[in-house]
Structure formats: structure tokens, C-alpha cells
């Protein structure tokens, strides 16, 4: 369902379990950068209506994600700011191919990457996390982000065949796991 070709590691989970403040301030930027690549999307392809009314469904649900995770920081008394972000997302975009439509098909499939590992990574949580209330929000968050996977793969079949984008989402699917393999020692939600 994920077309991801790895599962997290379980240092990634101790990540986790040292750092979780860090994590949910992450957390919250990885939303707001979510709502960003769909936005940039929805101005890239404006004249694709079945693209842009998907993409303002997607802006949507991270933005109300993100104050979500606000909100949650507030709760426990965690400053939100800035981070050092992970290199995840910055090497999975510079697979992105430079030329359209390919360019097209890359920057969709890249976030469908990226919303898959966070589904995999939120359902680690919901079944690992110790406090239960963080657990139940991250089985709140599962749904969305493999359903937002599924828009980003069916939108990218609007850019070229579908055996040459099962192909490409498998050549990305292989380097992400490559990517997550190699890991980070800041604590992220893609680290």
C-alpha cells in the first residue's frame, strides 16, 4: 500500500523515545512543510483542476495538522522553534528530474514518498509511544498521510503511463530507503 522498500529502524524509536520534544517540534514543521509542497504543486500545475482541488484538500488538512501539533507543544509546555532540518526531504528532491512532464511525475511521487514514511513512522508511534495520548493522535494522523500517499501516486498517473510510473516510484522507493538507511543523528520525524 506504502510502496516503501524499507522499515524504519528501530534506532530511529530511540530517536524518538530520548528526544520526543524535539521530534514533536519537528513534527510541526514537517506539516507546515507539507502544506508547502502542496501549495508549491497547486501554483506549478494551475491548470490542472483535478491536481489543484486535490492539492487544496491536502493544504488544508497538514495546515490543520500543523496547529494540531501546536497545540500539543503548547500542552506540555514545548517552546515551538526553529530546527535544523533533517537532509531527507532535501535529497529525496534532488532526484526530481528537470524537465516536464517527468518533472511532474517526480515531485508528486517524492511526496507520496515522503507522506508514506511518515504513515509507517506515525503507526510505529501510535503502537510504541508509553504516553497514550500521543499514541492516539498519531493513529488519528495514519489516514490521512497514507491517504495523501494514494493522492500524490493516483495524481502523478495523470503525467505519463502507468507502467513507467510504477517503474519511477520503485527507482524513488529504493533510493528513500537508501536515504533512511544511511540515517541521522538529529532526532526528526525523517531522520
Known amino acids: 500500500m506504502l510502496n516503501l522498500h524499507s522499515a524504519s529502524p528501530e534506532r530511529w524509536l530511540k530517536q524518538v523515545d530520548e528526544n520526543l520534544a524535539e521530534v514533536l517540534i519537528d513534527h510541526a514543521h514537517c506539516e507546515k512543510k507539507a502544506a508547502g509542497t502542496a501549495m508549491n504543486l497547486l501554483f506549478a500545475y494551475v491548470d490542472n483542476e483535478e491536481l ?16 494540531l501539533v501546536i497545540d500539543i507543544l503548547k500542552q506540555r509546555g514545548i517552546e515551538f522553534r526553529r530546527l535544523k532540518p533533517s537532509q531527507y526531504g ?13 518533472r511532474a511525475i517526480d515531485r508528486l511521487l517524492v511526496a507520496g514518498l515522503i507522506e508514506a514514511r511518515s504513515c509507517e513512522r506515525f503507526g510505529l508511534l501510535r503502537e510504541n509511544l508509553e504516553d497514550k495520548e500521543l499514541a492516539e493522535f498519531y493513529d488519528s494522523l495514519f489516514e490521512s498521510e497514507a491517504r ?5 501516486v493516483r495524481l502523478a498517473k495523470m503525467f505519463g503511463d502507468d507502467a513507467a510510473i510504477r517503474e519511477r516510484l520503485d527507482e524513488l522507493a529504493e533510493e528513500e530507503a537508501k536515504i533512511i538507511a544511511g540515517g541521522e543523528d538529529l532526532p526528526r520525524v525523517h531522520s
Open 52 to 67: 489543484c482541488r486535490e492539492m487544496t484538500t491536502i493544504v488544508n488538512e497538514e495546515l490543520e495538522h500543523f496547529h
Open 90 to 102: 532535501r535529497r529525496l528532491n534532488d532526484l526530481v528530474r528537470k524537465q516536464e512532464p517527468q
Open 148 to 152: 495523501h500517499h494514494t493522492t500524490y
